[in-house]
């Protein structure tokens, strides 16, 4: 139950990173009106409600889209297999450049790359597989090192179908009929740890699955094992047993003294290695085992970009203030325009026509072909309509100035985009650009490609 606590205490650790990484790629994907906001009576409205209430329409040019197809573009243009390159076979079983695709555009959305690196048995075959595995189910304590040299927990969530989880880890009858006493209840938050508030999201997130799902929860550990290193002289041969055997080949030697045979040298020893639980939301633990890999190491390939101090900042969120400042400015203009061509009208109290309201009036003034009775009258005068000139104040200008600071920002010019902003340019010029605009992602990419190697390094150690 400790480990299980260690892991909800990582969980929550990363709940900073998750919420951003929501957000980015709302973003990403258009969803770019919905940040809170507050209202002009201090209610909390999303920024897309209170541009619609103050009477303007929330429009979305989304660039960042496009900048990120751009960057996996020429990333796919110029991917190779760094090393060591898998084999031909699993590469094509695991689909890896679509999965590398894939995992950078992530890489670019959250700053987060994780993949999965497993042997076993699926419908497609038998031998090393490779998964994407989402932020948004991965957990890992606090770490500072780049290189990831300093975690000490690792996992991630799982979402199962009760079938599947009878087929993993129901192995025997005790643990099938553990299996169907911790999911088979009606509530799916049946089997939640004591001590855990039901109010407290994390938690909430942590131990429950969707509907019809069973939560599986995967937990690796580095801990430390108090081992003997033996060397038998008799058979040349060398291994190692857990510390709990010294007595038997202390039993061993006395019998081999005895017959003058040679001894097996025994050395104690400290090791590390890793080791998985899997647990139920209960806490039982369903299976455990050390690290069955020869690498010794946990299955996940981890690289989260820039990592200064422990903290993750990503491609998109450099950027993401300048595409609200964007769309703001295309809004802005929009309602300027829209303004100009109706503007308001001035209408006599006296001339209005006792058979109908102002809201109709406003509807007929509204409408592109209405017409609009009104009783002449020397006194009120007729209906006026004021037109502005539908000057914008210089939007559009700090519209041009904002676009160019957008690639400013993100280092993509132009040219990368296999656009060109000045059509009397030479061929080398475009060149020069192009290869500026990869300079500038130049450390971003390397961190990438690192996070592959080391990916490739599990897969060769599997």
């Not at 325009?337 to 308001?344: L, Q």
């Amino acid at each position: 139950m400790n480990f299980l606590s260690l892991a909800l205490e990582a969980w929550r650790d990363g709940y900073a990173l998750r919420r951003r990484r929501q957000r980015y790629k709302r973003y990403t994907y258009g969803d770019q009106w919905s940040d809170p906001a507050t209202a002009a009576d201090g209610s909390p409205v999303t920024e897309g409600d209170l541009a619609s209430h103050n009477g303007q329409q929330p429009l979305t040019n989304n660039l960042i889209r496009q900048l990120v197809k751009c960057v996996i573009g020429n990333f796919r243009g110029s991917m190779t297999a760094p090393e060591p390159v898998p084999a031909a076979e699993t590469a094509a079983r695991n689909a890896l450049d679509e999965l590398d695709a894939r995992m950078l555009e992530e890489f670019l959305i959250s700053g987060c790359a994780i993949q999965r690196v497993t042997v076993e048995k699926r419908m497609a075959g038998e031998g090393v597989w490779v998964d994407n595995v989402s932020p948004a189910s991965f957990f890992i304590n606090r770490f500072t090192d780049p290189r990831g040299l300093d975690i000490e927990l690792v996992g991630m969530l799982h979402s199962l179908s009760f079938r599947e989880v009878m087929m993993r880890y129901g192995t025997d009858a005790s643990r099938a009929a553990l299996i169907k006493a911790e999911y088979s209840g009606a509530d799916p938050l049946s089997g939640l740890q004591e001590g855990v508030s039901l109010g407290d999201p994390a938690a909430m997130e942590f131990f429950s699955a969707p509907r019809h799902r069973c939560r599986v929860i995967e937990v690796w550990t580095l801990e430390s094992r108090n081992v003997l290193r033996c060397h038998d002289p008799e058979q040349a041969s060398a291994f190692t047993v857990a510390a709990d055997c010294l007595e038997s080949l202390r039993e061993v030697n006395a019998a081999r003294q005895r017959e003058c045979r040679p001894e097996v040298t025994i050395d104690p020893r400290t090791t590390m290695r890793w080791h998985c639980r899997i647990f139920t939301p209960g806490g039982r633990v369903l299976e455990e085992y050390d690290s069955p890999y020869p690498h010794g190491l946990h299955p996940f390939a981890v690289k989260f970009y820039p990592l200064t101090d422990g903290e993750v900042h990503s491609f998109v969120e450099d950027i993401i203030d300048q595409q609200r400042h964007i769309n703001r400015l295309i809004t802005l203009m929009d309602s300027i325009m829209a303004h100009s061509a109706k503007g308001v009208l001035l209408f006599p109290a006296g001339q209005k026509p006792e058979c109908m309201s102002w809201q109709q009036l406003g509807s007929l003034w509204a409408s592109c072909n209405g017409i609009i009775p009104y009783e002449p009258n020397r006194c009120d005068g007729e209906p006026r309509q004021i037109i502005s000139s539908g000057q914008d104040a210089g939007a559009s200008r700090l519209l041009e100035l904002q676009m160019q600071m957008f690639n400013q920002i993100s280092g993509v010019s132009e040219a990368m985009k296999g656009q060109s902003s000045q059509g009397a340019s030479s061929t080398s010029m475009f060149d020069a650009q192009v290869q500026r605009s990869a300079l500038a992602l130049l450390d971003m990419l390397d961190s990438f490609n690192d996070f592959r190697a080391a990916r490739n390094r599990l897969m060769a150690g599997s």
